[in-house]
């Protein structure tokens, strides 16, 4: 059974329910309190025949039978209503205007001795099984004889207005459990309509489609399960594509290290091969074991590289509070001469201060920049590094004038093997991990890097490390845990 079907019938069965109790109890207690006011009117006429009696024997000083029957027919030709008068002697009637009744009854069994303080009883007499009248009595002595006073109102009018009451509210039920039906049925599409829109959100999504969006505007609980929804299949899509964008990267890296390493390692292969098997002339044997040594110091470099880049995500970091100034200043008077071999000059700009690094991932960096720069050369150049202290670490800038980049390259160089032009790398011994290597390092940092370059004006990569303090204080904490535990239990 669908759940809408389900919602349809709940609401029907719970609205029948609620109607037919509340019609009921309403029509129940409408008839009981005109049952009571009919009662209390009967109690009141018979109370006023006393009264007449009363006021009868006041004046006379005396009351017998034929003032009582007197007074009865005087009561009965004058009331208009329905009340029929009976005056009992000895059980047996001796008095009764039966022109007011439309029906034979027994009479004689409606006489009761459960009187009230006022020797008032009242009874319920019935016809064919249908509640007729409300019969109230009395009792009267004078003398040694007891005379009975009985009034019999009738009540066939609140029978009959009950019976109708209920004719009613068969028919109000049924046009009631049709009109509830439909706006159920209405009612049930209306709330069921969201949840579908999100059944089907959630098949599309299984299928394969995570750019479907089950698209529900309300300010329910359903629509905030859209909501919630919609927010999980963007972060699924999200992931998705990042997850896509990582298995086309390591695509990308493994073609181009197969790449890598194929070229090289053919033209070493092949020169073996000919040192192997052939005589050669002294200066063709040299030129051969050159291009094998090149090529092999080039896997090599590209080796530690790649290894560097391995361990640099793997192994975690040790931070330690390091001046660089000092740093920089350190590295550019070690590779000035080798610099200065090639025709390139090379200035530093260092500030003051202190902060909290990994040292030899720095380094590493710096000088992977500063050889990306010296790459950069065809001739007589310039590289400038300079070191700033700012607020959350410190910024690393290096700059030269060499043959730049176009932009369109730039949002590729720090991904692994990339090279803006290819022979030239190769040539001077790279294989494009240089940046990708800094990339790794700036985001062991939580820092950024930045990097400007146009053709033939140079580039200027600037790079920004916080401060890794915390990391170093949390891990200072963690190897004073055990000593603090040990000098506890002491």
């Not at 019999?152 to 029978?159: E, G, N, Q």
Request: a negative charge; proline letters at 2%.
């Amino acid at each position: 059974m669908s759940f809408r079907v389900r919602i349809s019938i709940i609401m029907t069965v719970l609205v029948s329910l609620l109607f037919s109790v509340g019609s009921t109890i309403i029509i129940h207690r409408s008839y009981m309190t005109s049952l009571d006011r009919e009662e209390r009117e009967a109690v009141d006429s018979l109370q006023m025949v006393n009264s007449v009696f009363r006021l009868s024997y006041e004046s006379s000083g005396k009351l017998g039978e034929d003032q009582l029957l007197r007074i009865l027919r005087s009561l009965g030709t004058y009331k208009t209503s329905s009340d029929v008068f009976l005056l009992y002697k000895d059980d047996v009637l001796i008095y009764g205007n039966f022109q007011n009744i439309d029906m034979d009854i027994d009479l004689d069994n409606l006489i009761n001795e459960n009187d009230d303080e006022e020797g008032i009883s009242v009874n319920y007499a019935f016809t064919d099984g249908t509640l007729r009248y409300i019969i109230s009595s009395t009792s009267i002595y004078i003398g040694n004889e007891i005379y009975i006073i009985c009034i019999c109102r009738d009540i066939s009018s609140v029978v009959e207005m009950r019976e109708r009451l209920y004719s009613i509210f068969v028919k109000s039920f049924f046009i009631a459990l049709f009109v509830t039906t439909i706006v159920s049925r209405l009612l049930s599409i209306l709330v069921v309509k969201p949840l579908k829109n999100l059944t089907k959100a959630t098949r599309e999504i299984a299928d394969g489609n995570l750019s479907y969006r089950s698209d529900i505007h309300s300010n329910d609980e359903v629509g905030a399960l859209s909501r919630d929804f919609d927010t999980m299949a963007d972060k699924l899509q999200e992931n998705m594509d990042l997850l896509k964008e990582a298995a086309e990267e390591k695509d990308r890296f493994m073609g181009a290290f197969t790449h890598e390493l194929k070229t090289p390692m053919t033209s070493i292969i092949g020169y073996a091969e000919l040192l192997r098997t052939q005589d050669l002339e002294e200066e063709d044997r040299q030129d051969a074991l050159e291009y094998i040594y090149s090529e092999s110091k080039r896997l090599e470099s590209m080796s530690l590289k790649l290894l560097q880049l391995f361990v640099s995500d793997k192994d975690k970091p040790e931070f330690k509070e390091v001046s660089p100034k000092e740093m920089v200043e350190d590295i550019v008077v070690h590779l000035k001469p080798t610099l200065e071999e090639q025709n390139i000059d090379i200035t530093c700009e260092t500030q003051e201060g202190r902060t909290y690094l990994e040292p030899a991932l720095v380094r590493t960096l710096i000088i992977n920049l500063i050889d990306n720069s010296r790459k950069a050369m065809d001739k007589k150049g310039l590289i400038n590094v300079t070191q700033k202290m700012v607020p959350e670490g410190v910024t690393f800038s290096i700059t030269d004038n060499g043959k730049g980049m176009p932009k369109e390259a730039i949002e590729h160089v720090t991904e692994a093997f990339y090279r803006v032009d290819k022979s030239r790398s190769r040539a001077q011994g790279g294989a494009g991990l240089g940046l990708a290597l800094v990339s790794k390092i700036v985001e062991l940092h939580e820092g950024a890097i930045d990097i400007a370059s146009e053709i033939g004006q140079g580039t200027s990569v600037t790079v920004t490390l916080k401060n890794m303090n915390h990391f170093q204080e949390i891990e200072d904490e963690t190897l004073n845990e055990p000593a603090d535990k040990e000098n506890a239990e002491v």
